[in-house]
């Protein structure tokens, strides 16, 4: 991503003040001879694909005294040109790096098992999952413990193929904790072992139809505290426990896990924070800015805290698809690229989410830093708003590990901006 930060540069000194103009012919002579120079390195350096190189070339065009208007372009301002060529560039490559991403991911993930669909085990033929067989003995009937699975052969218990090999072992292990728990007779425990058991587990995995759903059902995906279900819940889950199938169990652990892994990838945008921001302080601190800075600068505002005014737009499907992020309060707004920046504010189920996995030990205190996020307040200024509204959202700048989205901006507190109002920014 450091193509990222130059082109960044690029746009910041596009934005800067031009150098003193100067009406001495040979300088003006000099600066086109420069001009001259780097349009040259520049056709070369998109030639070659060298974007950092483009980058630099570009700060440097936009720096000199005088420019005379890029040919075959429709712009009168040769610095406005530039500008629109970076914008495109840094689109082009945000889309490249999303692509590469789900590339590497797919790939260190392999493919599920065909044997067991993914399963990692099979259902035992001789007690067909039930974990105990009958058989007389003299005029009685005995039960006899059996295993309720038998290991899948094919992928030796990872339920994947042409995996990671990193991937492979991480799997193995979870299959195999998930069996461990899964005899268990107290169904909370077992939870609490599995799911905070957790690192490494790759995001992106899901079982087709998975057993259990019934048990799914009472506790939802999670990540969840176990023993923060409602009591009324806790006692549903205890009864339909004890009379489900191991097999059951060991699937509706492990699909509890994969849910929650998922989870815990797309924010570790909020693993190691250590400032814990109050909304008074971030209403303080926040400082106005455009838009358009957000949108195709956001990455030096990362830490900051910021106020801008933007239209709401419906979210879109594509909007949505633009890139993988797990919280449901996306903010589409008017003019900024979800590959740039999403805003989004956390609802409550969000910040139940996140304490969990900050409980449960997953990520570096994940919950840290949002600790006194006001979800209910800004989910109900964001209902009482309708869509299409010029917003006044305030918040805090954060980096996404993966570098896609380039930024994000946590809306800690949004109102609507009157008519009249506009652009008088507190
Ligand atoms: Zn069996
Ligand atoms: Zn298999």
Redesign the pocket.
């Known amino acids: 991503m450091k193509l990222l930060l130059s082109v960044t540069l690029f746009l910041a000194a596009v934005g800067a003040p031009l150098p003193a103009q100067s009406d001495d012919p040979s300088k003006l002579l000099a600066s086109l001879e420069q001009q001259r120079q780097l349009s040259h390195r520049l056709r070369e350096a998109r030639q070659t694909g060298d974007l950092q190189e483009v980058a630099r070339v570009m700060a440097s065009l936009s720096a000199l005294p005088h420019l005379v208007a890029l040919p075959f372009s429709n712009e009168d301002d040769p610095r406005g040109a530039l500008k629109a060529q970076a914008r495109e560039m840094l689109d082009q490559e945000l889309a490249n790096a999303t692509k590469v991403l789900e590339q590497t991911r797919r790939q260190a993930l392999g493919k599920a098992c065909t044997r067991c669909d993914g399963r990692a085990y099979r259902q035992?033929?001789?007690?067909?999952?039930?974990?105990?067989?009958e058989r007389r003995v003299g005029r009685r009937m005995r039960r006899i413990d059996?295993?309720?699975?038998?290991p899948c052969p094919v992928c030796s218990e990872s339920g994947r193929l042409a995996a990671d090999p990193e991937v492979h072992q991480r799997l193995q292990r979870l299959v195999l904790l998930a069996g461990k728990e899964a005899v268990r007779i107290d169904v909370l425990t077992a939870i609490k072992n599995v799911l905070s058991n957790l690192d490494g587990v790759p995001p992106g995995l899901a079982l087709e139809s998975p057993r259990g759903g019934f048990l799914l059902k009472i506790t939802g995906h999670g990540p969840f505290i176990p023993d923060k279900l409602k009591s009324t819940d806790k006692k549903k889950l205890k009864a339909a426990w004890l009379k489900s199938q191991p097999a059951d169990r060991r699937e509706y652990l492990y699909q509890l896990a994969l849910d929650t892994a998922r989870v815990a990838d797309g924010l570790r945008f909020l693993s190691g924070q250590t400032k814990v921001p109050t909304l008074a302080e971030v209403i303080k601190k926040a400082t106005p800015t455009t838009v358009e800075e957000l949108a195709w600068n956001g990455r030096s505002l990362i830490g900051k805290f910021v106020s801008i005014e933007a239209v709401g737009k419906k979210p879109t499907q594509e909007y949505l698809d633009a890139v993988d992020f797990p919280l449901a309060g996306r903010i589409n707004l008017d003019g900024v690229d979800p590959k740039m920046v999403v805003a989004f504010c956390y609802v409550p189920e969000d910040i139940e989410a996140i304490r969990a996995c900050g409980k449960l030990g997953i990520g570096d205190k994940i919950d840290r830093s949002v600790r006194s996020y006001p979800p209910r307040a800004v989910m109900k200024a964001l209902q009482k708003i309708g869509v299409g509204k010029r917003l006044r959202l305030q918040g805090r700048v954060l980096r996404h590990p993966d570098g896609v989205p380039a930024a994000l901006l946590e809306v800690w507190r949004v109102e609507e901006v009157a008519a009249g109002e506009e652009g008088a920014q507190r």
């Open positions: 035992c033929g001789r007690c067909q999952g039930k974990g105990y067989r059996c295993r309720a699975w038998d």
